[in-house]
């Protein structure tokens, strides 16, 4: 029988170590809880070196299987949505009341092959070869990060497993559904502007050059504004004296080098914190950036909390994936002040990042006991005004999108009637 090791408080509230055999983590836990202790970590004892020729066999064949597994992770990752569906699906097996192994078994067999069924097999191996859920799945980072392997060890040690993986999958599926509604709202200004480009990029290379023909075969003098579009129209067809590379490559290539640069500076630290504090001062972009920043940093660390997850760990977490700078610099005073023994409204406040009512429910939260429901409710109300936002936001950017068309297609129009009035004209005085 496999032996753990494991860290425990007794009644008194002082930590204890010791060993325990059981055939898994969760019968060691319910062990542990039986000689009335609180077990904080447990974990398989590491196997003696000296193992009999068979016993080393074995060993030596699951680990070659293990890795045949869980060896394709190595390139790329997991998707949040394969993620969130196993999250769903394993959270309602075990409320079903199936043993764990037997839950990841089913799922195993449910996966395509790929990376997600890679995952879960590596996993199956680890959880029959004694270690714990949140052990295995700790293995395997580019799958299961740490927030979901801290709230998955917190239900262990609580015992409410399949409660956590509940509100881990309700919180992955909120994510995705923010993340869907934004990315949907700018499919459609992406699709004009890009229709956009391609209209007038043929009239650059195919429509002026005719006008400019007919200009030079009545010798008009062309006033300042058709000469700069004439130029214009050169350069994007590469007709331009000693012009090698048509422009129209440097119009097509610039927005993938503008990201590709914008990846690579936010790579640094210092380039994500300067980025990050400008996106927030983005006029239009940077009131909804911080709505969803809220509406995330608040659902993560009430799931945290709520979870059983010690606040100080949880405050830590919330900050490393709250995905900007300047709320994570917050966060980590807030976590500063409550080690301390400070309130955690107060360093929030200071911070400027969030609004008034933000930091007023979390006072009162904190002084009622219910800082976790509390961030929740914060969090769907963010949730109610991205959408608002995004909405908005949708409304502006269409009459945007036809002024500033309208006002280059007239331009062009201008531009290419002026030579054309005074043509009219001279043939008149003619």
């Known amino acids: 029988m496999p032996t753990f090791q494991y860290e425990a408080l007794n009644a008194a509230g002082k930590q204890q170590r010791g060993t325990i055999e059981a055939s898994n983590s969760e019968e060691a836990i319910q062990r542990i809880r039986n000689q009335q202790l609180f077990p904080t970590t447990v974990k398989p004892a590491k196997s003696s070196k000296k193992d009999?020729?068979?016993?080393?066999?074995?060993?030596?064949?699951k680990k070659k299987k293990k890795k045949k597994k869980g060896g394709g992770i190595a390139i790329g990752g997991v998707s949040k949505k394969q993620l969130t569906l196993f999250t769903r699906q394993l959270s309602t097996?075990?409320?079903?009341?199936?043993?764990?192994?037997?839950?990841?078994?089913?799922?195993?067999?449910?996966?395509?092959?790929?990376?997600?069924?890679?995952?879960v097999g590596g996993v199956v191996e680890e959880v029959e070869g004694g270690s714990s859920l949140s052990d295995a799945m700790a293995k395997y980072p580019k799958a299961f990060d740490v927030l979901y392997t801290k709230m998955v060890h917190a239900g262990e040690i609580g015992g409410v497993l399949d409660i956590i993986l509940q509100r881990l999958a309700e919180f992955m599926e909120k994510a995705q559904r923010l993340k869907r509604k934004i990315n949907g709202a700018m499919v459609y200004p992406i699709a004009v502007i890009l229709i956009a480009m391609v209209i007038l990029t043929a009239i650059m290379i195919f429509i002026i050059p005719k006008f400019e023909e007919i200009f030079a075969d009545f010798g008009v003098n062309l006033p300042g504004l058709t000469v700069w579009l004439i130029d214009t129209s050169r350069w994007v067809a590469g007709q331009q004296a000693g012009q090698k590379i048509q422009g129209f490559w440097f119009v097509l290539c610039a927005p993938f080098v503008a990201l590709i640069f914008w990846k690579v500076i936010r790579k640094t630290k210092p380039g994500k914190a300067v980025t990050d504090v400008l996106l927030l001062w983005t006029p239009v972009f940077g009131n909804l950036i911080r709505k969803t920043t809220i509406a995330k940093f608040t659902r993560t660390l009430g799931t945290l909390i709520g979870a059983g997850v010690p606040i100080l760990d949880a405050v830590t977490i919330t900050a490393e994936t709250s995905g900007n700078f300047v709320f994570e610099r917050a966060l980590r005073k807030v976590h500063d002040s409550i080690r301390e023994g400070e309130t955690f409204a107060e360093p929030l406040r200071a911070s400027k990042t969030c609004d008034g009512i933000v930091i007023n429910m979390i006072d009162v939260g904190e002084e009622t006991g219910e800082l976790d429901a509390m961030l929740m409710k914060i969090a769907d109300n963010y949730d109610e005004e991205v959408d608002v936002a995004v909405a908005a936001l949708v409304s502006l950017l269409q009459p945007i999108m036809v002024i500033v068309l309208g006002g280059i297609i007239g331009t062009i129009i201008i531009a290419m009637f002026l030579p054309l009035v005074e043509m009219i004209n001279s043939l008149n005085a003619g």
């Open 93 to 119: 097996l075990q409320d079903a009341g199936l043993p764990l192994l037997r839950s990841l078994q089913i799922l195993e067999g449910q996966q395509k092959p790929g990376l997600m069924k890679n995952v």
């Open 52 to 61: 009999t020729s068979a016993g080393g066999d074995e060993a030596a064949a």
